[in-house]
């Protein structure tokens, strides 16, 4: 454990399995609804980022997004399925890191499931546009780091313990496999 959390005075590590962490990772993903996408991560290449807006995301941790077929994310995926997906919901919580496997589809009816009017500005030809695909990301691992009772109390806590010269705050975090 970090050196830290040894001085925290009360619990501020807790790993989620199953459905708690996949109630977590939808959560703390809903809090933004945008993340940057990494792909190209496990080569010797530098790691490719790109911002992403998340259209859905389950309590299974699954994560699901609408991409162009020539697109350089959909090519890289092909490459190699692997993903990282980042997120950082406010300034000092909500921040998510989650690794998985990504598939390309050009399901119709999931197509249809996550369109949204603004996505014309990307898919000119709308809803049918043929470029539209489907991004899977499927959670494999993850780990979060959140605070326990909203960002007043966590503030007040970090407040005091500055004026106490202590390690006070409300931060949590863990490793999340679902």
């Known amino acids: 454990?970090?050196?830290?959390?040894?001085?925290?005075?009360?619990?501020?590590?807790?790993?989620?399995?199953?459905t708690e962490a996949g109630?977590?990772?939808?959560?703390?993903?809903?809090?933004?609804?945008?993340?940057?996408?990494?792909?190209?991560?496990?080569?010797?290449?530098?790691?490719?980022?790109?911002?992403?807006?998340?259209?859905?995301?389950?309590?299974?941790?699954?994560f699901w997004f609408l991409s162009s077929n020539d697109s350089h994310?959909?090519?890289?995926?092909q490459m190699d399925n692997n993903v990282q997906l980042l997120f950082q919901g406010s300034a000092h919580s909500d921040f998510l890191s989650i690794y998985g496997s990504a598939t390309i589809s050009t399901?119709?009816?999931?197509?249809?499931e996550l369109w949204e009017p603004i996505l014309k500005t990307w898919f000119t030809e709308g809803i049918d546009?043929?470029?539209?695909?489907?991004?899977?990301?499927?959670?494999?691992q993850?780990?979060?780091?959140?605070?326990?009772?909203?960002?007043?109390?966590?503030?007040?806590k970090m407040a005091i313990g500055a004026a106490l010269g202590k390690t006070l705050d409300d931060s949590i975090e863990g490793k999340l496999k679902v």
């Open 73 to 77: 994310k959909n090519q890289e995926i």
């Open 129 to 140: 546009d043929p470029r539209i695909t489907v991004i899977k990301v499927e959670t494999q």
């Open 23 to 62: 109630k977590k990772i939808k959560a703390l993903a809903s809090k933004t609804n945008t993340c940057f996408l990494c792909s190209h991560i496990v080569t010797s290449q530098p790691v490719t980022v790109r911002p992403m807006s998340v259209q859905k995301v389950d309590e299974e941790g699954n």
């Open 142 to 156: 993850g780990y979060y780091w959140d605070n326990k009772h909203g960002d007043a109390i966590a503030f007040t």
């Open 107 to 112: 399901d119709k009816a999931m197509i249809k």
């Open 1 to 18: 454990m970090d050196s830290i959390n040894r001085n925290q005075p009360e619990e501020n590590h807790k790993d989620l399995m199953g």
